[in-house]
């Protein structure tokens, strides 16, 4: 079974910037596959954020495009998501995924609060 741990979460002030983490417990560079990030706030529905392919191609959500940016370090079996120019709105637990051949995989999620 593949476990994946996200990291980094926490209260930040609006404006800033945060590093989310997510450790898989497998060779994440052994077959292709695609990780990525989604969110969800209370009372909403769970929103993609960001992904990137093996060969690495990234794809963003329009509310990801130009603050956030995905990467991977496939040595290491992390990736990350790099959060800029945070607003109050973008407070939400944030899961992260793997998706590889039929399976999907997904993280517990880590909370981010965004404060004013």
């Known amino acids: 079974q593949v476990q994946l741990a996200e990291s980094g979460g926490g209260l930040v002030q609006a404006g800033g910037s945060v590093r989310l983490s997510c450790s898989v417990s497998r060779k994440i560079g052994a077959r292709s596959n695609i990780v990525g990030w989604s969110r969800q706030a209370p009372g909403k529905e769970r929103e993609f954020l960001a992904a990137q392919l093996s060969s690495g191609q990234k794809e963003y959500s329009d509310v990801a495009k130009g603050r956030f940016t995905i990467s991977r370090d496939d040595e290491k079996n992390i990736f990350y998501l790099d959060m800029n120019n945070l607003k109050p709105e973008d407070s939400a637990v944030y899961h992260c995924?793997?998706?590889?051949?039929?399976?999907?995989?997904w993280g517990p999620g880590t909370q981010v609060t965004v404060s004013i």
């Open positions: 995924y793997l998706a590889q051949m039929a399976d999907e995989y």
